[in-house]
């Protein structure tokens, strides 16, 4: 019984793109190094991989704000550390100007002194990061302080997110951080101005406390710079993970890959050769 010239030419086409299908496939996945390029290649594998993918981008997401965290924070520890030694120097000026034989025209020169002092701790305050201030509560484009020291931030700190339902508070209430500084200054320099004695002892005192005040702020910067870091660290791991398990899901044998593609390529040649004997002998046996 003959087989129809047709049908044999259907088998013999068939074979041909269904090897011809695969070799594609896998050129695709040697020049890739994937071995999921398509939903048909692995529907349960890429699903897996789409949605590590997501918590990949999300993870990226939180470790840009924490970057933009520690970047807030150092800036803040930076401000704090230099209103730390000019109220150093402050007490150093109060500590000399107290005693009796120190002259009128001394303080008075000593004042403008601490003035100049004052203005640049109001400048310190008005710290920013990329034109976003610091010390201004959740009103980070508004300078908190104006030139004589007056707040005009908002009490609320500004915060990062850093996961789901979890944020951390980066920006600060600047009333509450400098709280009564800039009037003790302003008090330092009026006794300084009017010579008194008294006064100027008070101010001993006063910044004492003004400096404990700045201390107990760089701590907490200090704790919420080792929050993030800690934070930091955690999603790096976890990231190395998601990392390896998309790449154990998608990722290609290369090797294996390449002795396939070179099977696949000998049966191609192999399917071409002997459909062109059997197409001949076939035709030979129609004209007969």
């Known amino acids: 019984m003959r087989v129809a010239y047709r049908t044999i030419y259907q088998m013999i086409k068939y074979n041909i793109s269904h090897i011809t299908e695969r070799m594609q496939k896998l050129n695709t996945v040697v020049a890739s190094g994937k071995r999921i390029n398509d939903l048909s290649d692995d529907p349960v594998g890429l699903s897996k991989s789409l949605h590590l993918k997501s918590k990949l981008d999300e993870m990226d997401q939180i470790k840009r704000n924490l970057s933009f965290g520690k970047s807030w924070l150092s800036a803040a520890e930076t ?105 003790t200054l302003k008090d330092f320099r009026d006794s300084l101005e009017n010579n008194d004695i008294d006064g100027i002892q008070q101010a001993i005192g006063d910044l004492n406390n003004e400096f404990d005040n700045i201390s107990k702020w760089i701590s907490d910067v200090g704790a919420k710079t080792l929050r993030i870091e800690t934070k930091e660290n955690i999603l790096d791991d976890l990231e190395l993970t998601d990392k390896k398990m998309v790449s154990e899901l998608e990722d290609a044998d290369i090797a294996e890959a390449v002795i396939d593609l070179e099977n696949i390529q000998l049966a191609y040649k192999a399917a071409l050769a002997s459909s062109s004997k059997i197409m001949k002998l076939t035709l030979l046996d129609y004209i007969r």
């Open 79 to 183: 401000a704090l550390n230099n209103v730390q030694e000019l109220l150093t120097e402050a007490k150093g000026i109060a500590i000399e100007m107290s005693n009796s034989t120190v002259g009128q025209e001394e303080r008075r020169s000593a004042a403008k002194v601490v003035d100049n002092i004052l203005k640049e701790i109001i400048v310190l305050a008005n710290s920013n990061v990329n034109g976003r201030y610091i010390f201004s509560g959740q009103n980070t484009d508004t300078a908190p302080f104006d030139e004589d020291g007056n707040y005009r931030g908002n009490n609320s700190g500004f915060t990062i997110s850093a996961g789901k339902d979890i944020t951390i508070q980066i920006g600060y209430n600047g009333q509450e951080v400098f709280g009564t500084i800039f009037n």
